[in-house]
């Protein structure tokens, strides 16, 4: 489930994001203890085992490594911005019926049962398309709809499904829906239930965009960010980093006077924060978190309740809200010419504030 703290941070205010710091659903505690507590056995191992001076000429050369850019763990950062381009764009990818059920709902007319029908039809193949393109790419969505029987019981007809398995493809058939959505569509205009091809042409606009996102998530599941660059330029940089550093950072008596040695602790605190640092990112970006966010981790996208949001405002949209409507009546500053919305007691000093008219008008 996404872990949402915005509401915690809607305010500049003393230690605002410190407070999260201590929250463990969804935090870089949950996602590394384990590889932190590997990595702190490790180097605890090292550190009660070791006593001669030929371990701490290993433990000086490895440090050389660490401190030099020989191993190039700032790529870490490179992928960062690329891995969250590729999560936000999967995020706005999603098909929200919104555009399509709004023009749906204002060109396909009829108070009737077979304008009903119509609407209610249309929205369903839309939806129908959408849940069958999130269940070949997110595993929570699989698990809702198993099979297509599963799907038959939720949105399809068993004569549609009969069709939609006579159709053999050796790719993913979910635009067969938004096939029959466009067939349907001109079956309304036949029928004048759309009044002219203008409005028909809108339908399919919006048809062709919602078909265009669902395309595109299949595309971005399809097409990964290359495995080599993946597992050379970021797991291997990184997980060699601490290899070194195991060794490399750990306690060496200052009075031997080893160069940048002359204060040394026994607990290794920068680097277990650059582990923290480094490994966060790495679980985050290389890690299921970012790259593929249609798993079951604690902040992947939410599909099936998308799904659910999706088909009961589709429904409500071009079958309760059709054609109604308030009575238009005067608005209650009908016979002000000038006039301001009212403000409550708390916001009643924005309404002193001066407007802004631009940056040169007192000049």
Request: hydrophobic share 45%; proline share 3%.
């Amino acid at each position: 489930m996404t872990v949402s703290y915005t509401l915690e941070v809607a305010n500049a205010r003393f230690c605002g994001f410190s407070r999260l710091l201590f929250r463990w659903r969804g935090s870089i505690y949950r996602l590394l203890y384990k590889e932190f507590l590997v990595f702190s056995a490790v180097y605890l191992f090292f550190s009660v085992f070791y006593q001669q001076d030929l371990f701490e000429r290993v433990a000086l050369y490895c440090d050389k490594f660490t401190n030099t850019t020989f191993i190039p763990v700032l790529f870490v950062l490179f992928y960062v911005t690329l891995a969250f381009n590729r999560w936000w764009g999967q995020y706005t990818s999603f098909p929200l019926p919104d555009n399509l059920m709004m023009v749906v709902s204002g060109n396909v007319h009829g108070a009737d049962d077979r304008g009903r029908l119509l609407r209610r039809t249309l929205m369903r193949y839309a939806n129908l398309s959408s849940v069958l393109i999130l269940r070949s790419i997110s595993t929570r969505v699989h698990r809702r709809f198993p099979n297509m029987e599963h799907v038959v019981e939720a949105f399809m007809t068993v004569h549609e499904l009969k069709k939609f398995e006579s159709l053999h493809s050796d790719f993913n058939k979910y635009w067969i829906p938004l096939t029959w959505f466009s067939n349907l569509a001109s079956r309304a205009r036949e029928e004048g239930r759309v009044r002219d091809d203008v409005a028909l042409r809108l339908l399919m606009d919006e048809l062709n965009n919602y078909r265009a996102k669902c395309s595109l998530l299949f595309h971005y599941d399809w097409i990964s960010i290359p495995l080599v660059y993946t597992q050379q330029v970021v797991t291997v940089a990184v997980y060699s980093f601490f290899a070194f550093c195991v060794i490399g950072r750990q306690f060496l008596n200052p009075e031997k006077g080893y160069v940048d040695h002359q204060l040394d602790m026994y607990v290794p605190v920068f680097t277990l924060l650059q582990f923290f640092f480094y490994v966060g990112w790495l679980k985050l970006q290389v890690g299921e978190l970012i790259i593929n966010p249609f798993g079951e981790d604690d902040d992947d996208f939410e599909t099936n309740q998308l799904i659910d949001r999706n088909i009961q405002v589709s429904m409500l949209a071009v079958d309760n809200m059709y054609q109604n409507l308030a009575p238009v009546v005067k608005d209650k500053h009908w016979k002000q010419r000038h006039f301001s919305v009212p403000y409550t007691l708390s916001t009643a000093a924005e309404s002193l504030r001066p407007t802004f008219k631009g940056s040169t008008f007192d000049m």
